[in-house]
């Protein structure tokens, strides 16, 4: 007799192997557990702008406030600054977090509230998102859009758009 080969098997098994793959492909590309390890470290300088006379002005501060933790040890200082020539700048400084998938820069109308229920002590209403974090430590300047309200906005976050969480924010304290 001749040999009875077993191909039932085969088909299943080679299912469960394509779709183990495809799932942690996707788990890797969503997750991007790779960046708990890395850090970016970002050296922006402190923004300058010519006064009339063309010397170098110091920026004036607009708001102040100290990051606190939430869904990630985080820890900084955020400024807003208006430069000589009319620009507003925020400004993070000695930024301290973790590194994540999708993290921005936003301006909002919330409530900063303490805890680590990112989602919950924090809720994702009107915002400005001032773009991608350009790094989880370091200094670094975002533009704000000509002509924004800064009277409708009250805090800023580091938010995580992929998992819909604070990283940490900050109440603005006038100056």
Request: aromatic share 8%.
């Amino acid at each position: 007799m001749g040999r009875v080969r077993r191909t039932l098997g085969r088909p299943w098994f080679i299912t469960v192997v394509v779709t183990g793959v495809v799932l942690v492909g996707a788990g890797l590309y969503w997750f991007q557990p790779w960046k708990l390890w890395v850090d970016e470290t970002v050296r922006d300088p402190l923004p300058m702008a010519e006064a009339g006379s063309g010397a170098q002005a110091p920026p004036e501060d607009l708001a102040r406030g100290k990051l606190i933790s939430h869904e990630h040890e985080t820890s900084g200082s955020v400024r807003i600054l208006r430069l000589a020539d009319g620009t507003r700048v925020l400004r993070l400084t000695d930024l301290s977090t973790s590194n994540g998938p999708a993290l921005k820069v936003w301006l909002t109308d919330a409530e900063v509230k303490p805890g680590k229920d990112g989602w919950h002590v924090f809720d994702d209403g009107r915002h400005v998102s001032l773009g991608d974090l350009k790094g989880n430590k370091g200094d670094q300047n975002y533009t704000l859009p000509a002509g924004l309200d800064l009277n409708r906005y009250r805090s800023v976050t580091i938010w995580c758009d992929r998992f819909d969480v604070s990283f940490g924010a900050t109440e603005l304290k006038r100056v």
